[in-house]
């Protein structure tokens, strides 16, 4: 079974500081690395993707890949409140379909 | 721009009634259609993609079904809805294949079964 495994949460940090948020996955032959943002009731948006170990930097968002150690994460810096979401990761594993973690709620405080 | 639409919004039905959600996609040509199911608790799950007219494949074997009988059209359907068919559904589109499909979605139906 290909999983991708991420924690529910909720993860609480204050406005301003670092949120990071992690995803791990089961299947070596991934290839590229998706995460999306999703408000309570509205769908999901895509925020970025990544295929390359290592960083990748978009505005306050920042994706990291460790393919060796199967791990993907998010970084999201000076967080608002409006950052207050569930954050979706999801996987390519194959020709043209993605595989999607639970989920983890991020809370944060003014 | 490219947009996407889905309807209803919302939507209850009773159990054993039929079921059809439509999503279609504006602004590209030949895209690839997703239908996703979200209950809760379960995240989201791939229930039918379509590469192109006619082409569906199932990712889970149940009692829904999907059709695609234009280029940006996706339909949903049921014969008889049972009580686990509630969640929220989504529709997905994305114009490339490989390291960089990007999938965006349509804003949903939310449906509830009684």
């Known amino acids: 079974q290909k999983e991708v495994e991420q924690n529910s949460g909720p993860l609480s940090v204050p406005e301003g500081a670092i949120a990071s948020l992690n995803c791990t996955y089961s299947?070596?032959?991934?290839?590229?690395f998706f995460w999306y943002r999703q408000y309570s009731g509205k769908s999901p948006e895509l925020i970025m993707f990544?295929?390359?170990?290592g960083d990748k930097e978009d505005g306050r968002f920042t994706a990291q890949l460790n393919k060796a150690s199967q791990y993907v994460s998010l970084l999201i810096r000076d967080s608002q409140p409006s950052d207050s979401a569930t954050y979706l990761c999801?996987?390519?594993?194959?020709?043209?379909?993605?595989?999607f973690g639970k989920g983890t709620m991020l809370l944060v405080s003014p | 721009s490219q947009t996407i639409h889905q309807w209803p919004a919302t939507l209850v039905q009773p159990v054993g009634s039929p079921l059809s959600l439509e999503c279609t996609v504006e602004g590209t040509s030949n895209p690839n259609l997703y239908w996703y199911r979200q209950a809760a608790g379960r995240g989201l799950q791939l229930l039918f993609y379509s590469v192109g007219i006619g082409q569906i494949s199932s990712e889970v074997p149940q009692n829904l079904s999907a059709s695609r009988p234009q280029d940006r059209q996706f339909i949903l359907s049921s014969k008889k809805l049972l009580l686990s068919d509630s969640g929220f559904y989504l529709c997905a589109w994305s114009v490339r294949v490989g390291l960089d499909n990007e999938q965006f979605f349509g804003p949903g139906t939310r449906l509830t079964v009684l």
């Open positions: 990544i295929y390359s170990n």
């Open positions: 299947d070596r032959g991934s290839q590229s």
């Open positions: 999801a996987v390519n594993r194959g020709y043209s379909t993605l595989t």
